[in-house]
């Protein structure tokens, strides 16, 4: 069966520029392979014969993106496209980078230096889809395999290592025995691979439709090396009614049913890390796991720093973690804008869509309950939100400058009577408007001055 993609016009115009200059050009990698599996293309790359000052030559507008590797981006009025010439890569030292790259007129050798055959596929309109590694095949059987020989492929750049597991997990593919062998013995070369790299694949899988891989990556040693936190997590049992899984196997059941969103998907990975250190047994048998929030969060904080998260998803995920095992007792209004206040207006929602994942992934003891619970929290937090209860300083009735005014010295003092002010409210919330709080104020003011004479 001929295959035809769908080139967006700005591309095809430089491939077909490229092409009437004496040069080859095709679109090539991910767009290819997406296309071919019916799936819309983050990007489109395009390789060519034409070296990068001949590409600059031809186009207007053009930005040095990675000339040194033979990457050129071509830009077209609001859109861009990396065009890169053919090349051959040098001497692999450090398992990450090539020492050299060598520019080569050779399609076939550019393909060859490429990760997996899925992804060593070309094409233009004219010549159609060039596969000289069985990539259609490949694509066909849903298998993951390394363009020629896994070791040397692996031993190029070791994040292919990881690449291989987060394919698997956006696209639903097995990986072939030869590449996955290849991965066992190599995935110590990892170690070799930067902080930001290893986040990238690992958030990309965590973010698949089946970051469940995330146990054959671990069953293969690939974790040891990347998370060795996780390979904690994996045999840790937990003889307790509420669940049926190790804490392991439990967080990845809880990553599968939670949105596809980085710092959530983070969050249910993470929750329970602290769980290893907490365990207790009682007398019947039945484990404990007091104080791991509070582990967690220390424990995953580290994790994220290590793994260069930006200061706002490790916030996130470690204030999620923290509370996520919150014990609601009576559901009421009053009760969700006490737990509203604590976590924040901004987590609050998040930390339900943690609880709900939780639930899912834990026995089916209670299970009903503990949802129906949790539906009626989002429900009366949606009441509070379009009654605009109260629930931060923000909302007071009453400002720090008018508290000033009202003979509150600045310092510890007004923002302790801020937060009692904000307490009232919270509990009473009818009482925030300012003049009950100017009383209540000058009532705290009053009764501070008669416990200091």
Not at 38 to 62: C, H, I, N, Y
Not at 234 to 241: I, S
Not at 255 to 263: I, R, Y
Not at 414 to 433: A, C, F, Q, S, Y
């Amino acid at each position: 069966m001929k295959i035809h993609i769908e080139i967006p016009d700005y591309v095809n115009a430089i491939i077909k520029k490229l092409i009437e200059n004496g040069y080859e050009a095709y679109v090539v990698g991910g767009c290819v392979r997406d296309s071919i599996l019916g799936r819309m293309p983050e990007d489109w790359d395009v390789t060519t014969s034409a070296e990068p000052e001949q590409v600059k030559a031809l186009f207007r507008r053009t930005v040095d993106t990675g000339i040194q590797h033979g990457t050129v981006t071509v830009l077209s009025g609001k859109d861009a496209c990396e065009v890169t010439t053919y090349r051959i890569d040098g001497k692999y030292a450090d398992h990450r980078r090539p020492e050299s790259v060598l520019f080569t007129h050779s399609l076939e050798e550019d393909l060859l230096r490429r990760d997996f055959t899925m992804n060593a596929m070309a094409y233009n309109e004219d010549a159609g889809l060039i596969d000289l590694y069985g990539g259609l095949d490949d694509l066909r059987r849903g298998l993951i395999r390394c363009v020629g020989n896994a070791a040397q492929r692996f031993d190029e750049d070791a994040l292919r290592i990881l690449r291989a597991y987060r394919f698997a997990a956006q696209i639903g593919f097995s990986i072939d025995r030869e590449t996955r062998e290849a991965a066992r013995r190599q995935g110590s070369y990892l170690r070799d691979i930067s902080a930001e790299r290893i986040r990238t694949e690992l958030t990309k899988l965590l973010t698949g439709r089946h970051p469940e891989l995330l146990l054959e990556a671990s069953a293969d040693g690939i974790t040891r090396v990347v998370l060795p936190e996780f390979d904690a997590m994996l045999p840790v049992p937990q003889n307790n009614p509420h669940h049926q899984y190790t804490v392991g196997v439990h967080a990845v059941e809880a990553v599968k049913v939670a949105e596809p969103d980085a710092a959530l998907r983070w969050t249910m990975l993470l929750h329970d890390v602290g769980k290893p250190q907490c365990r207790t047994t009682d007398g019947n048998g039945v484990d404990h796991f007091a104080g791991h929030a509070e582990a967690g969060e220390t424990i995953a904080g580290a994790i994220l720093r290590r793994l260069k998260f930006d200061n706002d998803t490790v916030n996130t995920v470690k204030r999620l973690i923290r509370w996520h095992d919150y014990r609601w007792g009576t559901v009421d209004r009053r009760a969700v804008r006490r737990a509203a206040a604590a976590v924040g207006v901004g987590y609050f929602p998040l930390l339900l869509k943690v609880q709900r994942a939780d639930v899912l992934a834990q026995s089916d003891y209670y299970r009903k309950e503990k949802l129906a619970a949790l539906t009626r929290i989002e429900e009366l937090y949606g009441e509070i939100r379009r009654e605009k209860e109260c629930l931060t300083l923000q909302d007071l009735a009453i400002r720090g400058d008018q508290l000033i005014g009202l003979g509150v010295p600045q310092g510890p003092m007004l923002g302790t009577m801020l937060r009692r002010l904000l307490d009232l409210v919270i509990e009473e919330p009818e009482r925030n408007e300012y003049e009950q709080l100017k009383a209540r104020a000058l009532e705290l003011l009053e009764i501070e001055e008669r416990e200091n004479d």
